[in-house]
């Protein structure tokens, strides 16, 4: 099996993108784009891809003079534009990159396995009253419009499999059951501890998926007995489960019947002696080590969180409305997955360019860096038909890479500050 480049990737996308099918589904009416506007359909997507950070009428402006015959196009038209365009075409473009980079193609597993991470995390809103209304605000006395989003992201090819974007009243495990929907059987999936529950292990265990879950105390008599035991490792039977969580299960179509999972306890960088529930009852084959090292990739859907939100500016909004937060949310997840594919390729070349240097560090592509020199070609590349794009794409993605220090470690901070993007203030450069 073959390694897919991400320009064979690409092209399966643009090939969907300009199909009259994909344009006829994610159009809010029938009569949309059917008259030659400035900003057509196609044009319309990729200028909303691009990342529009700065001033709106700025970015339009640039757009419109170089993508177009036209010299020039109103904010206002703009916003009456991007009413006609379903949120839903981003997460469909993605899906289509998703599915083709996991079909017949070369990809990084963990020992043979398919890994993912589904983590949440919750998002600042610009203030409206309709965001308000769907979205809700957040506990505090400041009432800032929130919402609640969740990924499943693969840590060893950086890809973000799905996203969703919910009220911020919305639970992490109704997000995460959603996600569910992506898995295939094999699969492993690494949860952090906000995720310990029986009926959940029950449900991915019926999937045919396995699991890698941080639990915490207080999660039953069984845990917590091997908490304090000197045992290192114990296989638990679930004969039962509380009314609510059969329940659950019922809903989703799935009927509960005694299952078994494996506890192990694991000693964290840190120090810290936490605890891990799994499907992997084989004690030889899926030792602490492994398990040890399978938890600690864990890691990645936090870095890629950091992108997204630092980078990416994933909290950095184009419009008031409803429909405006979610396409730039999915345009945001489908941005970040292009760069993924292109770093992969990129990447591949650094790193053979090195093997016959005796460098102190591996060196890895600056995301940051190969961000930006993405967004100012992004559309470059979904509207044009110049393979060369690509080649000069991974040659300035490959300028001034970061060393990879593997031990080096910071402590993580939480704590709140004030809004970072404000919608009057987005700057013209």
């Known amino acids: 099996m073959l ?53 709106i009428q700025k970015g339009l402006t640039d757009f419109i003079q170089e993508h177009t015959a036209h010299k020039n196009m109103t904010k206002s038209a703009f916003c009456q534009q991007r009413v006609k365009l379903k949120p839903e ?64 992201y693969d840590p060893l090819n950086n890809l973000i499999i799905d996203g969703k974007m919910d009220a911020n009243t919305c639970d992490e495990y109704t997000l995460a059951v959603m996600l569910l929907e992506n898995i295939k059987e094999d699969d492993l999936i690494i949860l952090d501890r906000g995720y310990g529950a029986r009926w959940l292990f029950y449900l991915l265990q019926q999937k045919k998926a396995n699991y890698v879950v941080r639990v915490q105390r207080n999660f039953g008599s069984d845990v917590d007995s091997f908490w304090d035991s000197k045992e290192k490792e114990r296989i638990v039977e679930v004969k039962e489960l509380p009314k609510k969580s059969k329940v659950k299960l019922h809903k989703l179509g799935v009927e509960f019947k005694p299952f078994t999972f494996r506890l192990v306890k694991i000693m964290l960088n ?6 891990l529930a799994t499907s992997l009852l084989d004690f030889e084959k899926f030792n602490l080590t492994f398990l040890k090292e399978t938890y600690e990739l864990r890691w990645g859907i936090e870095v890629n ?23 730039d949310f999915f345009a945001n997840i489908l941005l970040a997955n292009i760069q993924a594919l292109l770093v992969l390729d990129a990447q591949a070349e650094l790193s053979a360019k090195n093997e016959a240097k005796s460098l ?4 890895k592509i600056n995301k940051n860096l190969s961000l930006g020199f993405l967004k100012e070609r992004v559309v470059d590349i979904l509207m044009s038909n110049k393979p060369e794009y690509f080649e000069e794409l991974k040659a300035l993605f490959q300028i001034e890479p970061s060393p990879i220090r593997k031990w080096r470690k910071f402590p993580r901070e939480r704590q709140r500050t004030k809004r970072k993007f404000y919608m009057n203030q987005r700057r013209a450069t």
């Open 305 to 327: 969180y950091d992108h997204l939100k630092n980078h990416i500016e994933l909290g950095n909004f184009t419009g008031y409305s409803v429909q405006a937060v979610k396409q």
């Open 3 to 55: 390694k897919k480049s991400a320009s064979q990737t690409i092209e399966r996308i643009k090939s969907v993108l300009t199909s009259p099918v994909f344009m006829e589904k994610n159009r809010t009416s029938n009569q949309n784009f059917t008259r030659k506007r400035k900003l057509p359909f196609v044009s319309l997507f990729c200028f909303m891809l691009s990342g529009i950070k700065q001033s």
């Open 89 to 152: 075409s981003f997460v469909e473009l993605n899906q289509v990159l998703v599915d083709d980079f996991y079909t017949d193609n070369e990809y990084a597993t963990h020992y043979g396995r398919r890994l993912l991470c589904i983590d949440g995390s919750t998002l600042e809103l610009p203030r409206s009253p309709e965001i308000i209304d769907i979205f809700g605000v957040n506990n505090n006395d400041n009432m800032i419009p929130m919402s609640r989003i969740s990924t499943m």
């Open 270 to 275: 840190t120090g810290e002696v936490e605890v």
């Open 360 to 363: 102190k560090y591996e060196y």
